[in-house]
């Protein structure tokens, strides 16, 4: 797995935690494919935890895959979006 600091850790956690975001956003903004952000929320979430995102995660409307969206999907962004994550990704 590629080392991370705490800030960027946190902040896939966060993005990861997130229904709209998908794994694709991650790996653009972090260089981390799906499969190390799923052993990533293994190794830090605790076990109940790991296994309620994972349930989200593989549910069907789960938006976490870009194959996955609909599109015809409505996606809210905060105005602060940018301020927030400095994600590169954004911008669009």
């Not at 830090?44 to 349930?55: A, D, E, I, M, Q």
């Not at 976490?64 to 990704?89: A, G, W, Y």
């Amino acid at each position: 797995m590629k080392k991370l600091n705490e800030r960027d850790r946190n902040r896939i956690i966060e993005m990861a935690w997130e229904d709209r975001t998908p794994f694709e956003a991650i790996e653009f903004q972090f260089g981390l494919p799906a499969k190390e952000v799923i052993k990533l929320m293994r190794t830090t979430l605790k076990r109940s935890s790991f296994n309620l995102w994972r349930k989200r995660v593989n549910s069907g409307p789960s938006q976490k895959h870009l194959k996955k969206q609909p599109d015809d999907m409505v996606k809210f962004k905060s105005t602060r979006q940018r301020q927030i994550s400095l994600n590169k990704i954004s911008k669009r």
